[in-house]
T-cell receptor, first 115, second 112 residues
Framework: GAGVSQTPSNKVTEKGKYVELRCDPISGHTALYWYRQSLGQGPEFLIY????????DSGLPNDRFFAVRPEGSVSTLKIQRTERGDSAVYLC?????????????FGPGTRLTVT | AQSVSQHNHHVILSEAASLELGCNYS??????LFWYVQYPGQHLQLLLKYFSGDPLVKGIKGFEAEFIKSKFSFNLRKPSVQWSDTAEYFC??????????FGTGTQLKVEL
């Protein structure tokens, strides 16, 4: 079946611009996660949705980052006033439910480059 | 807070050599432990996981890992690597909550 998809695959933007990154989870998965992977690092947790609500947003680095999941499926990560330090691969993952027993399936990521 | 340390950043092996990748974690409570693999040009995918029970867990493609609670370790092993095992390997821990905390990864290159 279809896995987690993310669009765009690559995004280049200028410093100070606004960007939106989209994630389509596996159909029927109620839990959705965003991670960020900087060069030479492992993925770093940003936010976790259970259904439509953000159950844990403790990883968002500052108030320039915001994410929504209005209908409990597709999610959008929004970054305002981008900075060069935001350059990274943004990964989305989904799981059937949010409990500890459920595997997280990762998408291919969106590579964001801020110039 | 939870953290993960992977000691080997780059490993080069010849085919048929044995592999052991180190992973240590820091967390005071009950943990779930994972190894993920990312083959060139592909997504992160789960290799194996430990939740409870037998501390020796077996995953796909002949990989296994052993949870040693007293050492806070979850090392990945494979008796005989293949060229197709060339990939980046990430250890991850889930403590309280649902988020995964990853190590910095180990780049494995297997030479023919």
């Amino acid at each position: 079946g279809a896995g987690v998809s993310q669009t765009p695959s690559n995004k280049v933007t200028e410093k100070g611009k606004y960007v939106e990154l989209r994630c389509d989870p596996i159909s029927g998965h109620t839990a959705l996660y965003w991670y960020r992977q900087s060069l030479g690092q492992g993925p770093e947790f940003l936010i976790y949705f259970q259904g439509t609500g953000a159950a844990d947003d403790s990883g968002l680095p500052n108030d320039r980052f915001f994410a929504v999941r209005p209908e409990g499926s597709v999610s959008t990560l929004k970054i305002q006033r981008t900075e060069r330090g935001d350059s990274a691969v943004y990964l989305c993952a989904s799981s059937l439910q949010g409990g500890v027993s459920y595997e997280q399936y990762f998408g291919p990521g969106t590579r964001l480059t801020v110039t | 807070a939870q953290s993960v340390s992977q000691h080997n950043h780059h490993v080069i092996l010849s085919e048929a050599a044995s592999l052991e990748l180190g992973c240590n974690y820091s967390y005071g409570g009950t943990v779930n432990l994972f190894w993920y693999v990312q083959y060139p040009g592909q997504h992160l995918q789960l290799l194996l996981k430990y939740f409870s029970g037998d501390p020796l867990v077996k995953g796909i493609k002949g990989f296994e890992a052993e949870f040693i609670k007293s050492k806070f370790s979850f090392n990945l092993r494979k008796p005989s690597v293949q060229w197709s095992d060339t990939a980046e390997y990430f250890c991850a821990v889930r403590g309280g909550g649902n988020k995964l905390t990853f190590g910095t990864g180990t780049q494995l290159k297997v030479e023919l």
